[in-house]
């Protein structure tokens, strides 16, 4: 049954035209603070189907934490609405790279792990007539268990899993 819902979805967005009155640009460079990459991010969205009220887009960014981490949030985004006001939602997973000191048999170390979200998306999205961008939006994230190299034969606990309820806004140009 699931299959049958996938491939009838997949149907239904490769039939969807692509052009629009209500949007122009289908391509998009913002900043956001806090939101999918935790912190910052700077991304990138190229709109892959539209209709006059229901917009695609998938989604790629970077971000860094200090020197020590670095992650990439990734999403799938649906925008609906006309005009230069729209309803953004979307889903994605941000994935961090990390490097940690410690101490192994007190001698100085470093770890290297992976932290994984799960990401989610609901906000509002104005994009001017010019290409000015501005984004805001409730991200909510989801932390899985870190996952260690497969060297690492006694890997420590890392953090819990856990709900991280959060928001984001961003600015950017859309052209």
Same mark, same amino acid.
């Given at each position: 049954?699931?299959?049958?819902?996938?491939?009838?979805?997949?149907?239904?967005?490769?039939?969807?035209?692509?052009?629009?009155?209500?949007?122009?640009?289908?391509?998009?460079?913002?900043?956001?603070?806090?939101?999918?990459?935790?912190?910052?991010?700077?991304? *990138? =969205?190229?709109?892959?189907?539209?209709?006059? #009220? !229901?917009?695609?887009? %998938?989604?790629?960014? &970077?971000?860094?934490?200090?020197?020590?981490?670095?992650?990439?949030?990734?999403?799938?985004?649906?925008?609906?609405?006309?005009?230069?006001?729209?309803?953004?939602?979307?889903?994605?997973?941000?994935?961090?790279?990390?490097?940690?000191?410690?101490?192994?048999?007190?001698?100085?170390?470093?770890?290297?792990?992976?932290?994984?979200?799960?990401?989610?998306?609901?906000?509002?999205? *104005? =994009?001017?007539?010019?290409?000015?961008?501005? #984004? !805001?939006?409730?991200? %909510?994230?989801?932390? &899985?268990?870190?996952?260690?190299?497969?060297?690492?034969?006694?890997?420590?606990?890392?953090?819990?899993?856990?709900?991280?309820?959060?928001?984001?806004?961003?600015?950017?140009?859309?052209?």
């Amino acid at each position: 049954m699931k299959s049958c819902i996938k491939i009838l979805f997949i149907i239904l967005l490769m039939s969807l035209p692509y052009g629009s009155h209500a949007q122009k640009f289908r391509n998009s460079i913002y900043g956001e603070v806090l939101g999918n990459g935790l912190f910052y991010s700077i991304n *990138y =969205e190229r709109n892959i189907l539209a209709t006059e #009220k !229901v917009f695609l887009s %998938p989604s790629v960014g &970077f971000t860094s934490v200090g020197r020590n981490a670095t992650g990439i949030p990734v999403m799938m985004l649906a925008y609906f609405g006309g005009g230069n006001s729209s309803l953004e939602t979307g889903l994605g997973y941000t994935g961090f790279y990390r490097e940690e000191d410690f101490l192994n048999y007190m001698v100085p170390d470093k770890r290297t792990y992976f932290e994984h979200y799960s990401t989610a998306r609901l906000g509002y999205r *104005y =994009e001017s007539p010019k290409g000015f961008l501005f #984004k !805001v939006a409730f991200t %909510p994230l989801y932390r &899985f268990n870190t996952t260690y190299p497969f060297h690492e034969v006694y890997a420590p606990d890392g953090p819990a899993p856990r709900f991280i309820p959060s928001g984001g806004i961003g600015f950017g140009k859309s052209f």
